[in-house]
């Protein structure tokens, strides 16, 4: 038997710096995910790698011992330093990947406190530099990818008015997008991590309507030459309604903005992709809001029932065909029925749809609620239906933790804190004795059901019994 090809027996055939035996250029899932993706070996990065192992979110909030920071932060202080000030001595590609998704977990899983605020700003301008650097020149698209959900993440610690983060990260991010060679799924995260940051950090609303042309263009099927994958098309509708949710009413139902996004929403609703279709019927929803707020003016307006009756109507406009059909699609997917898809799918898509037909059709706002800890968060706009999307799916495993602790989302979103943060409720053993299917008053329950059963089965035998229908 021969011997094999020394790149075989070695693992090489790799450029130098790479991981052994991996693809130079790999084709990313578009369910690939940072903290699912793959991850071994001990070094300086190393941690890890699971959202479900205790990490630097879980269990990571109480204070040391003697004094001591808390755990999470010590994991965060260490994952940061090791990204800004020991990335250039990490040759290997897959080791700098690893060190990249710690520091992405430790960022979303810090709770956004003053403390992890403060430990992101003591890195300095060496953390976005090293971040970048790997945007603009990765060795995996993995790696590049990784780098992407790590300045989306920042972005949400770091809070409002802080438009020199902005501005440091979004010529690298621009570069991204506007190149051809991208990775689609890169695209998506560039995307994402440019309007989170616009979104959380900038006050200029110039650079907002720039991305929001971004996202328009990159919501149609092909932008700059190069074709849009369905992914990317619904990343650049979810984008572009984050946008949205924070520009006046008008610009977003009644102008340039609306003539330029509508046509392209109905090309996402015609879609053979879930995600798209859905994505784009909650921007029409948002674009109906925001038409509904405007209302009819007193001089437009004949009498009282008219301004009732006309408000958020498109009669009249250039764009009422175009709604008709938009809202003819919506109740299509609303009802839809066949063998194409799953029953769950079905399930899935006439229940997100039937909200968006209530409120583009009915005129009725939403209602999603969010439970926590203390109590309950109530949310009746699309607006805020979108900005809690956006970051929940920015954090992942630590969107809980952040909520609970991060006081510009409880700005954003209205929160109570004292409500958020009440401990008042049962504790973990509490729970366990009186919750717990093994408690006592499970077991009671389970017996009282048993003892039921028991005794409609023995009527019933006695009944046919009686009437001669028994053997």
């Not at 706002?365 to 439970?371: D, K």
């Not at 699309?382 to 909520?403: P, V």
Request: charged share 30%; net charge negative.
């Amino acid at each position: 038997m021969g011997k094999k090809p020394r790149s075989e027996r070695f693992g090489g055939g790799g450029k130098k710096g790479s991981s052994s035996g991996a693809d130079p250029d790999p084709d990313l899932a578009d369910d690939y995910t940072v903290a699912g993706s793959e991850a071994g070996g001990d070094s300086q990065w190393g941690g890890s790698d699971s959202e479900g192992e205790a990490g630097a979110g879980a269990g990571g909030f109480e204070e040391g011992e003697d004094g001591e920071p808390p755990k999470y932060l010590l994991e965060l202080r260490g994952a940061l330093a090791a990204v800004a000030d020991r990335f250039d001595n990490e040759k290997a590609s897959r080791k700098r990947e690893q060190g990249l998704r710690r520091a992405f977990k430790a960022v979303a899983m810090c709770g956004g406190t003053d403390e992890a605020r403060a430990a992101v700003d003591a890195q300095g301008e060496g953390l976005v530099k090293a971040v970048c650097a790997n945007v603009k020149n990765p060795a995996y698209a993995t790696e590049q990818y990784a780098a992407c959900r790590i300045l989306e993440a920042i972005a949400v610690v770091l809070g409002p008015s802080r438009d020199d983060y902005f501005d440091s990260v979004s010529p690298v991010l621009a570069r991204v997008l506007g190149s051809a060679s991208t990775v689609p799924l890169v695209k998506c995260g560039a995307l994402r991590a440019a309007c989170m940051a616009a979104f959380m950090c900038s006050t200029d609303m110039s650079s907002t309507t720039e991305l929001v042309r971004v996202c328009t263009g990159l919501a149609g099927e092909e932008f700059r030459g190069s074709p849009c994958t369905p992914a990317l098309r619904s990343t650049a509708l979810d984008c572009w309604g984050l946008l949205a949710s924070t520009l006046p009413d008008a610009y977003i139902s009644d102008g340039p903005c609306s003539e330029e996004i509508l046509p392209l929403i109905k090309l996402g609703l015609d879609s053979r992709d879930g995600d798209l279709r859905a994505s784009a019927g909650c921007a029409v929803a948002l674009i109906h809001e925001a038409r509904l707020n405007l209302g009819v003016g007193d001089d437009e307006a004949e009498n009282t029932t008219d301004k009732r009756y006309r408000r958020g109507s498109w009669d009249g406009t250039e764009h009422e065909v175009l709604i008709d059909e938009v809202k003819q699609r919506l109740d299509e997917l609303a009802q839809e029925s066949g063998h194409h898809m799953s029953k769950k799918a079905k399930k899935a898509q006439r229940a997100t749809f039937r909200e968006f037909c209530d409120t583009v059709t009915n005129d009725n706002p939403p209602e999603s609620t969010v439970s926590y800890v203390g109590g309950v968060l109530e949310l009746n706009t699309w607006r805020e239906i979108k900005q809690l999307e956006c970051i929940r799916a920015c954090l992942q495993s630590g969107f809980q933790g952040q909520m609970l602790r991060n006081e510009h989302l409880h700005g954003i979103f209205g929160a109570d804190i004292d409500v958020l943060t009440d401990q008042s409720g049962m504790n973990a053993t509490e729970k366990r004795m009186f919750k717990s299917k093994n408690s006592e008053a499970s077991k009671k329950a389970d017996k009282g059901r048993k003892d039921g059963r028991s005794k409609k089965q023995g009527m019933n035998d006695e009944f046919l019994h009686q009437n001669g229908y028994a053997d």
